[in-house]
């Protein structure tokens, strides 16, 4: 019997280590290296050692800038002429805009009508021309899919690209690099394609390391899709048709689905993922304010609740965090 990988199997596995290194090749000049910072009083809460990857300190505040990056700049000239577009709520809509400005390009953005006012803001000064549509899944795929009917741009998907994989996979990457010996790799899950990424690079770079996904109890598909073996949708009340992507949570950038290339992925590599509440997120986000002086986004404060809280056999072990992104409306901070 053959154990020769499948045409669809090979398309599902990711990118690998080498396309993950040709891929920070790519995009080193239009992003930063961010530190990796830690915290004793953080360290002594846990009782573990956490090394945190500050994308929050990243070109447009989060690590999105990477996977839209190497995505846009691995376009043809041909695509690149015309255009790009995308539907996200916010972060990933912001890189995207910057990307091809980057790439002298333009860019066609879909956001839902209740996108944070700074992320919006944030996309237009980076020169996407934003669109607006319901706040559903739905209505953002048709009105991309409108878009591109009328314009001929390319989509830049917001994590069902192997460009947009191995792209956020380099800060795991870069992570690594500066502490090569990790016992556990944190990332927030939505999409999946930060989570596939670091999972992907991580295990390259160190087999026994383990890789744990964190999700709000409030937007817990993949902890569900995994423990079924199959794609867990959200089917939530609503009046809009198609609303699958509003669950009620404060992390607002972790309100989307995998999909069947993401979700493969985890199923792989990922060791289970951590659930946490709306309190538990405030929480954990307010003690990173607080303690090291960083300003996070309840999104990437998903991934730091796990730990703080410790649900990880991790005592005295050496845990790293991606912090996602940094992108907060100051006027209305999530806790007082």
Request: proline fraction near 5%; charged fraction near 25%.
């Amino acid at each position: 019997m053959s154990t020769t990988p499948t045409a669809p199997e090979r398309e599902m596995a990711g990118p690998d280590l080498e396309t993950i290194r040709a891929a920070h090749r790519r995009i080193a000049s239009h992003i930063h290296r961010t530190p990796v910072m830690t915290s004793a009083s953080l360290d002594a809460i846990a009782r573990t050692r956490l090394y945190f990857k500050c994308e929050n300190l990243q070109k447009t505040g989060s690590f999105k800038i990477r996977g839209a990056t190497n995505a846009i700049f691995s376009l043809s000239e041909e695509e690149a002429a015309r255009g790009v577009v995308t539907h996200s709520s916010g972060n990933h809509a912001a890189a995207v805009a910057l990307a091809a400005r980057h790439r002298g390009t333009r860019a066609w953005i879909v956001m839902p009508s209740n996108a944070p006012v700074a992320k919006c803001k944030a996309v237009e000064s980076y020169g996407g021309a934003i669109t607006y549509c319901e706040p559903n899944l739905a209505a953002r795929e048709a009105t991309a899919a409108e878009i591109i009917r009328r314009t001929g741009a390319v989509l830049v998907h917001p994590y069902n690209d192997d460009r947009i994989i191995a792209g956020q996979a380099t800060a795991a990457m870069e992570l690594l690099e500066d502490v090569p010996d990790l016992d556990f790799i944190l990332a927030p899950v939505s999409g999946g394609g930060l989570l596939s990424g670091s999972a992907i690079a991580a295990k390259s770079l160190r087999a026994a390391i383990r890789v744990i996904g964190c999700e709000p109890k409030n937007a817990d598909d993949a902890f569900r899709s995994l423990a079924a073996g199959r794609i867990e949708t959200r089917s939530l009340p609503s009046k809009s048709a198609g609303a699958l992507d509003q669950p009620d949570t404060i992390a607002d950038g972790l309100r989307a689905s995998l999909c069947e290339r993401t979700f493969a992925i985890l199923q792989r590599h990922v060791e289970r993922i951590a659930l946490v509440t709306e309190e538990e997120i405030i929480a954990a986000m307010r003690q990173v304010w607080e303690r090291m002086k960083l300003v996070i986004e309840p999104s990437a404060a998903v991934a730091v609740a796990p730990v703080l809280g410790r649900q990880l056999d991790a005592e005295s072990k050496k845990v790293g965090i991606i912090l996602s992104g940094g992108n907060v409306d100051l006027t209305a901070p999530p806790f007082k």
